[in-house]
T-cell receptor
Framework: DQQVKQNSPSLSVQEGRISILNCDYTNSMFDYFLWYKKYPAEGPTFLIS?????DKNEDGRFTVFLNKSAKHLSLHIVPSQPGDSAVYFC??????????FGAGTILRVKS | EPEVTQTPSHQVTQMGQEVILRCVPI?????FYWYRQILGQKVEFLVSFYNNEISEKSEIFDDQFSVERPDGSNFTLKIRSTKLEDSAMYFCASSVSDEQFFGPGTRLTVL
């Protein structure tokens, strides 16, 4: 099932700089998108979401951008902090409540 | 801050045995879910539950699986006869709307 793709398995960023995590989707029925952060041996933690009627949503250091024509969304973290090091999952839903997850991107923020 | 809790954190069982994984969703949430993540793979949707009945289930959720809300607080996933391939992290989630909040997971190991 490749409906939600995160093509970068990992990303390394210097502390204080911007982290940009990308996600692509194929299903046009998706109308709600979420980003989750996950530490080892813990469950996914909700970070930020965006509805398909918007193209941007911001919450503190986290901003999600949605480009519906390209079926692409991205999560920007600025400034990045060492505590942001985790696996980031993109997820999508449409016409129901089930979430379809991407494979995740490991973010390492170096101090 | 309210959170989803799951017990046990780790369950080891023999193939063919029944297991029950337990979850306490966030108290005012109305929608409940089970997901699983096999090691090295994506988080996959299993089932959603609303108003005391299954609202959606995936192909994975066959006759060996069942869910129940036996009282006002617990939400359980039962696997009737476990198989080796059921070994995974099982996550419970709950929501009032589109954002789903996940528990820490139960690691199920089938020997």
């Amino acid at each position: 099932d490749q409906q939600v793709k995160q093509n970068s398995p990992s990303l390394s960023v210097q502390e204080g700089r911007i982290s940009i995590l990308n996600c692509d989707y194929t299903n046009s029925m998706f109308d709600y998108f979420l980003w989750y952060k996950k530490y080892p041996a813990e469950g996914p933690t909700f970070l930020i979401s965006i509805s398909s009627i918007k193209d941007k949503n911001e919450d503190g250091r986290f901003t999600v951008f949605l480009n519906k024509s390209a079926k692409h969304l991205s999560l920007h973290i600025v400034p990045s902090q060492p505590g942001d090091s985790a696996v980031y999952f993109c997820a999508a839903s449409g016409g129901g409540n089930k979430l379809v997850f991407g494979a995740g991107t490991i973010l390492r923020v170096k101090s | 801050e309210p959170e989803v809790t799951q017990t046990p954190s780790h369950q080891v069982t023999q193939m063919g045995q029944e297991v029950i994984l337990r979850c306490v969703p966030i108290s005012n949430h109305l929608y409940f879910y089970w997901y699983r993540q096999i090691l090295g793979q994506k988080v996959e949707f299993l089932v959603s539950f609303y108003n005391n009945e299954i609202s959606e289930k995936s192909e994975i959720f066959d006759d060996q699986f069942s869910v129940e809300r036996p009282d006002g607080s617990n939400f359980t996933l039962k696997i009737r006869s476990t198989k080796l391939e059921d070994s995974a992290m099982y996550f419970c989630a709950s929501s009032v709307s589109d954002e789903q909040f996940f528990g820490p997971g139960t690691r199920l190991t089938v020997l």
